[in-house]
């Protein structure tokens, strides 16, 4: 299983860019990279998968590398609702591929106006 | 468009009660996932199930047990309750890579 590491906390100012990087250096082949955003006491929301080279979609940019040992969230233009916990799950969470999807620690994102 | 279902949303429970949460997926999905947060804590994920057949399990205790039904909804059974079995029980759901969570359903154990 990928093991996953993320920065604990990040400060952010609205309007500002946000970067969060998470590394999973044990990826395996068949493993996409998926990151969720959770506000307190809400079940996880989607908010982007890929599995090489870049995604965007109308909310964030997911990059990934070549080697895919890391990857980096980016939201643009972060307001105060951003502010919540964000998680990259790495994993092949397609039916009998699924198994086990781990959270590790996720980013505290924290939004300042 | 539907969500994922659970119920209850609340349960308070007496230590060494017995509790059931349920889950209603997506239709046509086919893949549920269990976890349970803690208070500040992170999502553990507890079990897995993929067309009605366990897939994986975490760190289930023996004392709690799952199963996936005919028309794909779960029951998370939980018996011999214990204090540190309050938190936040979510389910995912997914068929195609996207997992979709419920709100949860939040125990209490008194």
């Known amino acids: 299983l990928a093991k996953t590491t993320q920065p604990i906390s990040m400060d952010s100012y609205e309007g500002q860019e946000v970067n969060i990087t998470c590394s999973h250096n044990?990826?395996?082949?068949?493993?996409?990279i998926t990151w969720y955003q959770q506000f307190p006491s809400q079940g996880p929301r989607f908010i982007i998968q890929?599995?090489?080279t870049k995604v965007t979609n109308e909310v964030a940019s997911l990059f990934i590398p070549a080697d895919r040992k890391s990857s980096t969230l980016s939201l643009p233009r972060v307001s105060l609702s951003d502010t919540a916990v964000y998680y990259c799950?790495?994993?092949?969470?397609?039916?009998?591929?699924?198994?086990?999807?781990?959270f590790g620690q996720g980013t505290e994102l924290s939004v300042k106006p | 468009a539907a969500g994922v279902i659970q119920s209850p949303r609340h349960l308070i429970k007496e230590k060494r009660e017995t509790a059931t949460l349920k889950c209603y997926p997506i239709p046509r999905h086919d893949t549920v996932y269990w976890y349970q947060q803690g208070p500040g804590q992170d999502p553990q994920f507890l079990i897995s199930?993929?067309?009605?057949?366990?897939?994986d399990k975490g760190s289930i205790p023996d004392r709690f047990s799952a199963q996936q039904f005919s028309d794909y909804h779960s029951e998370l059974n939980m018996s011999s309750l214990e204090l540190g079995d309050s938190a936040l029980y979510f389910c995912a759901t997914g068929g195609i890579g996207e997992l979709f969570f419920g709100e949860g359903s939040r125990l209490t154990v008194l």
């Open positions: 044990n990826i395996a082949t068949n493993d996409y």
């Open positions: 199930f993929y067309e009605k057949m366990q897939s």
């Open positions: 890929g599995y090489k």
């Open positions: 799950l790495v994993g092949a969470p397609w039916g009998n591929q699924g198994g086990k999807l781990i």
